[in-house]
């Protein structure tokens, strides 16, 4: 048998894995052409204008965020307080006196907080200074020396009310005097004047803080002269207290931009704890205006009850304290009556809505009680009833209580607050006149 030959074979062999590859290659690249049929075509590219620049879209949020609510502004509430009368006896000027000078501050020091601290403080100042040249005089014919003045300005008091029955004691030269060296040291003052237009004119003091300004206008006035006669006659000089005119007044501040009216009259009879019938009579009528806020007063030496009276601003009621009693002063339960040693510290409370509207929100009291043997000192009264003791203190226990019985009996505790006020960065302005 011949011999089969392997070539033919081989050959054979090739070919048909040749054939293979070939038809496997046409798969892929048939595959791959059907492929970029279905690919989009790439967007032409428009090429930016010289000096422009393509801005890119940012994402879109699949929803707005909210904003939070912005809160509510708080309403702003500032603290006025005022005192009872100040008046320098002889025994006062001794105890302020230095040898060459005077300095009354260390006698007030003990209530400074209460001044200091006020969003705006404003005084009672019974007596005029002692005209230029003259000597210092005290009763009964008042003339202080101008140590006063720099002394109620350094312990924090913004202003006073001048109108008493005794701002003519030293004549027109210490009235003009007194009021010369107030506007020196920046003192606000009502009540008497250089001319008549600034005897009858309201003062008004722009108060700053939380980025709102009260305007307060003060107004004061007497109903007698120190010879008890009717002080119309000193008209050009000394504020006569007419009810109808105070009203008028009040008008007119609130139409000159005034947000609250005060008035401190000096009315009543000394050493009596009730209000008279004129007192009530001029209260009842302002109150019935509107257009006076509070009404805090001063003469008769000791403290007088507090009382809301119908009508006032927006027939809410209006607030008068009759008397404060004394501040500063040489009378205690030796000379007078028990009441005349201890006057009262009046914090009028007025709050400021965010739409601007300013309104008397409350007014409270607290005492304080002079200590005539104890260099003159004057302290607020719950200190010494807690137990406070000081180096100059001759006060017993049982004497500051009494007093404190006898406050007490008069004014009643429901208004009764005999905490300092806080200091918070009030700005007083005084609108020179």
Excluded at 366 to 392: F, K, W
Aim: hydrophobic share 40%.
């Amino acid at each position: 048998m011949p011999a089969h030959s392997r070539t033919p074979q081989r050959v054979f062999l090739v070919r048909r894995i040749a054939a293979f590859a070939f038809v496997l290659l046409v798969v892929v690249l048939g595959a791959w052409a059907i492929g970029r049929i279905g690919d989009p075509a790439p967007a032409a590219e428009t090429p930016a204008a010289a000096g422009e620049t393509t801005a890119v879209a940012a994402p879109t949020a699949s929803a707005e965020a909210t904003p939070s609510p912005t809160a509510d502004p708080d309403p702003v509430v500032f603290t006025m307080v005022t005192a009872g009368d100040v008046l320098p006896h002889a025994t006062v000027n001794r105890n302020a006196s230095t040898g060459s000078s005077y300095d009354y501050v260390p006698l007030m020091e003990p209530v400074r907080p209460w001044i200091e601290n006020a969003d705006i403080a404003l005084c009672s100042l019974e007596v005029p200074l002692a005209p230029v040249g003259q000597a210092p005089s005290a009763y009964p014919v008042f003339g202080a020396p101008e140590e006063l003045l720099s002394s109620l300005r350094a312990i924090g008091w913004d202003g006073c009310a001048t109108a008493t029955n005794h701002s003519l004691d030293r004549g027109v030269a210490g009235l003009v005097h007194t009021l010369d060296v107030m506007d020196s040291l920046g003192l606000g003052h009502t009540g008497t004047g250089r001319t008549p237009e600034e005897t009858t004119s309201a003062q008004f003091y722009e108060v700053e803080k939380d980025g709102v300004t009260l305007t307060i206008a003060h107004l004061s006035a007497t109903t007698f002269a120190n010879d008890y006669t009717d002080p119309s006659q000193y008209a050009a000089s000394l504020h006569a207290l007419k009810a109808d005119e105070i009203v008028g007044l009040a008008r007119q501040a609130r139409a000159d931009g005034a947000d609250i009216v005060l008035f401190t009259p000096h009315w009543g009879q000394e050493y009596w704890e009730e209000p008279d019938g004129l007192q009530q009579e001029i209260a009842a009528t302002i109150a019935a205006s509107g257009q006076v806020d509070v009404v805090l007063g001063g003469h008769p030496h000791v403290p007088q009850a507090m009382a809301k009276l119908d009508g006032g601003p927006d027939s809410e009621g209006m607030w008068v304290g009759y008397s404060m009693g004394n501040f500063l002063s040489n009378q205690d339960e030796r000379c007078c009556t028990i009441s005349t040693a201890t006057g009262l510290l009046m914090r009028t409370e007025i709050t400021v809505t965010p739409d601007g509207d300013a309104k008397v929100t409350g007014v409270s009291w607290s005492g304080a009680t002079i200590d005539t043997d104890g260099r003159q000192r004057l302290y607020p009264i719950q200190s010494l009833l807690d137990g406070a003791t000081a180096p100059e203190l001759t006060l017993t226990a049982t004497r500051v209580q009494g007093r404190w019985d006898d406050l007490a009996s008069v004014m009643g505790t429901g208004n009764y607050d005999p905490a300092a006020p806080e200091a918070d960065g009030a700005v007083v302005t005084v609108v020179t006149r």
